[in-house]
Every structure is written in structure tokens, then in C-alpha cells.
């Protein structure tokens, strides 16, 4: 399984940036699909989820409204739109996978879950 991220640059305060999150190796469509980020000497936070088979979604309350997960028509792309953004949203933006059924293991945002990760890319706002 591979997961490659791309999207990430350097923004102003109040910009848009749109993550991709490439997956191959993967033949399961029961997945959860996630964003994580790390802020410098920060904990993993994860800030938004999609449960590819549904596609149903689930975002932290610090990025709600201003960020959009979704995924391409065959399921293996996942996209993070993430608009009006703030310097508190610096950070390295990672892409995860998880197999299993629907459940609330997939919403929660917790990282345990999630054994499939991409190298991340950089978000920086200023």
C-alpha cells in the first residue's frame, strides 16, 4: 500500500490550498480515509475523515466549515480543500488509510486506527 500527498505550499492568512492523497495497493473499498497534521512540537491531530464506501465525512471542530474532504469517482483519491486558512493550520498534513467496516473507529480522528500513512506535505500559512 502506498499513499502519496501533494497540494502543500505556502499560503497567506485567508488563502486555499487542495491536498491529494493518492492510494494504490489497495483492493478493499471498506476504508477510512483520514487527515492528520503536526505542528512543531505538537501532537498528531487528526482533522478530517471519509468512509469511502459512504462517503460519509467528520471533521475536527478546528477546522469545520473551512475544510473539505471528498474523493475521486473510483475511490482512491482523497482531496482535503482547505479554505479561509489561518497560521494556527501550519503544519505537515499526512494521509491515512484504515480497512474495516463502517464505524465510529473511523470518525473518531484518533490515529491508532489507521496502519496505512503517506511522508506528509508541508502547509504553511503566514
Known amino acids: 500500500v502506498q499513499l502519496v500527498e501533494s497540494g502543500g505550499g505556502s499560503v497567506q492568512d485567508g488563502g486555499s490550498l487542495r491536498l491529494s492523497c493518492a492510494a494504490s495497493?489497495?483492493?478493499?473499498?471498506?476504508?477510512?480515509m483520514a487527515w492528520f497534521r503536526q505542528a512543531p512540537g505538537k501532537e498528531r491531530e487528526g482533522v478530517a475523515v471519509?468512509?469511502?464506501?459512504?462517503?460519509?465525512?467528520h471533521y475536527s471542530d478546528s477546522v469545520k466549515g473551512r475544510f473539505s474532504i471528498s474523493q475521486d469517482n473510483v475511490k482512491t483519491t482523497a482531496f482535503l480543500q482547505m479554505n479561509n486558512l489561518k497560521p494556527e493550520d501550519t503544519g505537515m498534513y499526512y494521509c491515512a488509510v484504515a480497512v474495516g467496516d463502517e464505524g465510529s473507529w473511523c470518525f473518531s480522528l484518533a490515529a491508532r486506527p489507521f496502519g496505512y500513512w503517506g511522508q506528509g506535505t508541508q502547509v504553511t500559512v503566514s
Open positions: 471519509i468512509y469511502t464506501e459512504s462517503g460519509r465525512t
Open positions: 495497493g489497495l483492493t478493499i473499498n471498506r476504508r477510512c
